[in-house]
């Protein structure tokens, strides 16, 4: 099992950036591949980007292609989300998650994944 505690949320001005990061407890991070959703008030949470166990592969949605960058350190049990060019509607709570089985794709839906943390709110002012 592991545990993931998100932080480095914040208030930005639209088009500045913010770096969240995830830290997961235990001694087999590197088992896992990472991933980060997103959630709206009443809303699912939406996938935003994921990265395999060594960091070699990533997997982004549409809507932060170009803009978001997911990174992970394994010695620091670690994964990052650098945030750019900001825009109002990035304003929600970001959740990072870990899986640890997966086929040949990277999860990028929320059942896939077994582990997630408490989330940490960003909000981008206009």
């Known amino acids: 099992q592991v545990q993931l505690v998100e932080s480095g949320g914040g208030l930005v001005q639209a088009g500045g950036s913010l770096r969240l990061s995830c830290a997961a407890s235990?001694?087999?991070?590197?088992?896992?591949?990472m991933g980060w959703f997103r959630q709206a008030p009443g809303m699912e949470h939406e996938f935003v980007a994921a990265?395999?166990?060594?960091?070699?592969?990533?997997y982004y949605t549409d809507s932060v292609e170009g803009r978001f960058t997911i990174s992970r350190d394994n010695a620091q049990n670690t994964v990052y989300l650098q945030m750019n060019s900001l825009k109002a509607e990035d304003t929600v709570v970001y959740y990072c998650?870990?899986?640890?089985?997966?086929?040949?794709?990277?999860?990028?839906?929320?059942?896939?994944?077994?582990?997630w943390g408490q989330g940490a709110q960003v909000t981008v002012s206009s």
């Open positions: 235990g001694r087999t991070f590197s088992s896992y591949a």
């Open positions: 990265i395999s166990r060594s960091g070699g592969d990533t």
């Open positions: 998650a870990a899986v640890t089985q997966y086929r040949n794709y990277l999860p990028h839906l929320e059942y896939e994944y077994d582990y």
